[in-house]
């Protein structure tokens, strides 16, 4: 078993950044991929970005490519989403996972799931 916990959302202008966290407990961190994944109201939950176990290795969705970037502290038991240049189709509630599936961008493929933290970017 492993717990997570996201931190870091809120409200912010369109074109402003935000940093996530996501620490994690139980289990030895480094032996999962971490993904972060975000949901709209009325929308599926969709992928944002994915990291390898080592943190050498990283994936993302179009959307995001270029403005968000993930990273992870395995000393810290952590792993980061910076979100830059937001828009306001980015609003949504933001979950952390755990997974052993690397680059698996389906959210019904992880194991361990934080409770959410929501961003909100106003136009």
């Known amino acids: 078993q492993v717990q997570l916990v996201e931190s870091g959302g809120g409200l912010v202008q369109a074109g402003g950044s935000l940093r996530l966290s996501c620490a994690a407990s139980g289990r030895t961190f480094s032996i999962y991929d971490m993904g972060w994944f975000r949901q709209a109201p009325g929308k599926e939950r969709e992928f944002v970005a994915t990291i390898s176990r080592s943190g050498a290795s990283t994936y993302y969705a179009d959307s995001v490519k270029g403005r968000f970037t993930i990273s992870r502290d395995n000393a810290k038991n952590t792993v980061y989403l910076q979100m830059n240049s937001l828009k306001p189709e980015d609003t949504g509630v933001y979950y952390c996972?755990?997974?052993?599936?690397?680059?698996?961008?389906?959210?019904?493929?992880?194991?361990?799931w934080g409770q959410g933290t929501q961003v909100t970017v106003s136009s």
């Open positions: 996972a755990a997974g052993s599936h690397w680059k698996n961008t389906d959210w019904r493929q992880y194991d361990y």
